[in-house]
Each structure stands twice: as C-alpha cells, then as structure tokens.
C-alpha cells in the first residue's frame, strides 16, 4: 500500500507537470514529432507519435506519458541505490525528483527526454556489470537491439557510446561481435541520414547555431546548463562521484555531453547530463555524506527555481489564431505571410501553405506575421481583436 501511494503522489506529480506545459499550446519542435515531420530526428519515436493523430487531446496524452516516464523512472534509480541506506536512497531519489531538469522538462514532447532515459537505463546496465553480479553476456541481444532503437529515436544517444562500448567490451565474446553489435547500428543510422537530405541538413545547421559566439559565452553557457540539470547539488556530488570512482566511461560521456552543448546549445539538452550524474553518485555513495542537508538544499534550490522562473500561461499565437480560423464554415487552405514554424500546421485542421498571392484564390485565410498588402482586394477582411494580423474570405 505505501508504495502503491508513492505511485498515485508521483503521477499525480508528473500531471501536474505535464498540465503546466500544455498551457501555452504546442512549440515548433513538438510539432515536428507529433506531425512526424522527417527532420531533425530517425523515425521509431515521431511515428509512434503520429500513429495517436486521430486521439482527441493528442498533444496532452504524449505530454503526461513523457512526463511520466521521466518522473516515474525514480523508480529505477531506487534500484539502483537498493544497497543504499534507506536515508541515502531517499536522498537520491529526492535529488532525481526535484532536480530542474526534471521539473521544467516533464511534459515537453522533446526527443531530448527520451535520451535521457535511454542514457539513464545505458548507465544501470553498466553498473549492473560493474557491480560483478549480473552477466552482460546472458542480454548482448537485447542490448544491441535496445542500442539500435534508442539510435533510431534521436541521434544524441550517441552521446553516451562510452557507456555503450564499456558494455560489450567486459563480454566475453569474439572481438568481431563485440565490434559488429557496436557498430552496426551506427552504421545503420548512418546510413539513413545519408539517404535523408532534411537530416543531413539539420546535422549542418546544428553545427553552425553558436558560430560567431565567443569560447568564454559558451563555456558559461554550458556551466550553467550543467548546474541547472541538476540543481546545483545533483550536479556537483554527481560530477564528484564519477571522479572519485574513476568511471571513465560515465567521465568520457559526460565529456561529449559538455562539447555536445557548446557546439548546439538548445534549452532542452540540459536533461542529457541527468543520468551520468546519477550514475556518478551511485558509483561513489560517499558524497551523499549529510544526506538530510543535501536533500533540504535541493527543495530549496528547487523553490527557489521554481519562484524564478517565467512561468508562460499564455498560447502560443499559432493555437490563439488557429482556434479562430478552425471555425470558419469555408474550405480552402490558410497562407501564411513571414517565417513560421511546424506549429501553426500542428494548429490548424486546413493544409497551411506559404503565403503567395497566386494562391489567394484557394484560401479560406490569411496570417500576416509579414506584409501582405493587397489582400482585401482579393475579397477578404481583417478580424479584430486578435495578436495577429489575420485575413478571412467574405462569404
């Protein structure tokens, strides 16, 4: 029964958290996956996703199973810490749970999540081996395979390879096989971005989004998205424990998780630094000394967070908009003037097409996000009292 209440406290948590984000409508990159868009990502998680098109609320169901999986994975760090002291475990969990990372990310339909608990399940494997009780050799197929579906969900996985070599090099198997269950799922991938130009090209503009920064404005960057992941705490103890246990393969990670960030800064990438550092306070325990303190600092630095933090309870333009233009009784497509992202096509029940007056004559309406002088020659007026400039046809 204890239990059984820690679960319903936790889902009601992680609701709650997906709740928040729903609030202000469904962002470029969510759309992206829910619309499963061929761009930036491989296709196993935005399929699934788009599998869900005909589910009403479809954005909020994805949004509490992401938060879920990532609230609800307490779980396994639990297992990881069952050696623990129950005061320790507790800690730990604690420190998972309000920890920033998981706070503000819960919710977000983001392939970053994902990794993260891919990594998180990558580094209990690993020290499951490290451990001396559990034989790698008795799951290499299930690993290999779990290897090649998290490559499939989003490429950032490859951020923890370290961990991922370190498994299949302590089996006691042929060089070859060891080599072939690393490699060929990554050559699988590459292979499907070769043969996908929208991939290859997002992997360019990921490169070239902090050009023209300087070294010192991305290294400061990326500090405080380490800090932050963790709430200062996690992040410092978990840091620690992977140096003071010598894990080189979480160390090696970590390293690739903090050139990853200073080459493509995104807000959501945080989250990627959570499991190494868990992994590092379950390799070293000792820097949970004062346990009980530690756990008090992380609720007060997540209050803290929480107190500061902007908290959007407005829509997003494209939902305030399109809610308008969803009621309309015509037919036609909506053309869209200026720069706009996936989510007004994620918003609208009609085909969205980039504004050009050659296509007025099949429109239903017209967002101007940019001049678009000339449209009510061509038999539409402007509806007031909306953020946008927005053009429907006369009847």
């Not at 303190?293 to 997540?302: C, D, K, R």
Request: aromatic residues 14%.
């Amino acid at each position: 029964m204890r239990r059984f209440l820690i679960l319903i406290g936790l889902e009601a948590y992680a609701v709650l958290l997906a709740l928040y984000r729903g609030l202000g409508g469904v962002h470029t990159d969510e759309a992206k996956y829910l619309l499963d868009i061929p761009y930036p990502h491989p296709p196993l998680a935005r399929f699934a996703m788009s599998l869900t098109e005909f589910v009403p609320s479809q954005e909020m169901v994805w949004r509490v199973i992401f938060a879920t999986l990532l609230v609800q994975s307490v779980w396994l760090i639990a297992h990881m810490a069952k050696h623990f002291s129950s005061e320790d475990r507790l800690t730990l969990c604690g420190l998972w749970i309000f920890c920033a990372s998981v706070m503000f990310q819960s919710g977000t339909v983001m392939m970053a999540v994902l990794t993260a608990l891919q990594g998180l399940v990558f580094v209990w494997l690993l020290l499951k081996v490290e451990s001396g009780k559990w034989k790698v050799e008795n799951y290499l197929g299930w690993i290999a395979l779990f290897w090649l579906a998290s490559l499939f969900t989003a490429y950032q996985v490859v951020l923890y390879l370290p961990i991922v070599i370190a498994l299949f090099w302590k089996a006691k198997i042929h060089p070859m096989h060891k080599l072939f269950a690393i490699g060929a799922p990554l050559l699988l991938v590459g292979m499907y971005v070769a043969s996908n130009p929208l991939a290859a090209a997002s992997f360019i503009s990921a490169g070239e989004q902090n050009v023209g920064q300087s070294l010192l404005s991305l290294l400061q960057t990326t500090l405080k998205s380490w800090l932050w992941a963790g709430s200062i705490v996690l992040s410092v103890v978990g840091l620690l424990g992977m140096i003071k246990s010598k894990q080189w393969p979480l160390l090696l990670s970590f390293l690739l998780v903090f050139a990853f960030h200073i080459t493509s800064y995104r807000v959501y990438y945080p989250v990627l630094f959570l499991p190494l550092l868990i992994g590092g306070v379950v390799a070293y325990p000792k820097v949970l000394r004062k346990p009980a303190l530690l756990l008090a600092m992380q609720i007060v630095i997540a209050v803290y967070v929480f107190a500061h933090t902007e908290l959007a309870f407005y829509e997003t333009g494209a939902r305030t908009v399109m809610r308008q233009v969803n009621q309309l009784p015509s037919n036609g497509v909506v053309l869209i003037s200026g720069s706009f992202g996936h989510a007004w096509q994620y918003e609208s029940r009609s085909p969205v097409l980039r504004y050009r007056p050659s296509l007025l004559s099949k429109a239903k309406a017209v967002v101007c996000l940019e001049d678009c002088l000339g449209v009510s020659a061509y038999g539409f007026y402007q509806i007031e009292n909306i953020p946008q400039e927005v053009w429907i046809r006369k009847n």
